[in-house]
């Protein structure tokens, strides 16, 4: 059974050169979590963005398993490769587990 001190938090904001490349940028990250095999709750909260102009601003808790932490990585990538400046941070606890710059395409 998982824990909340199991819970990965996302943090950061990416900022788009137009409100336009925002949503494309949204749109091709729902489309990487459509790809993964969640569960209805976990891509739930991985699909709620809250946006101000052309910045998307993240600040979600979900679930610590592998398949949630994969999903949400791929969902990131597909959100950084359009950014112009921004970056998410994955963390347990105060442990960083990982990275997502804006700009990167892994």
């Known amino acids: 059974m998982r824990t909340t001190r199991d819970a990965i938090h ?30 209805d709750s976990a891509a739930t909260s991985l699909r709620s963005f809250a946006s101000r102009g052309n910045e998307v601003v993240v600040d979600i808790t979900v679930p610590g398993g592998p398949d949630v932490r994969f999903a949400a990585a791929a969902m990131f990538q597909a959100l950084a ?8 941070e994955a963390r347990r606890g105060a442990t960083a587990l990982d990275v997502f710059p804006c700009g990167v395409d892994d």
């Open 10 to 39: 996302f943090q950061g904001s990416y900022r788009y050169g137009s409100r336009e490349e925002l949503e494309r940028a949204i749109a091709e990250a729902r489309l990487a979590l459509d790809d993964e095999d969640l569960t």
């Open 81 to 88: 490769v359009q950014a112009i400046t921004g970056v998410v």
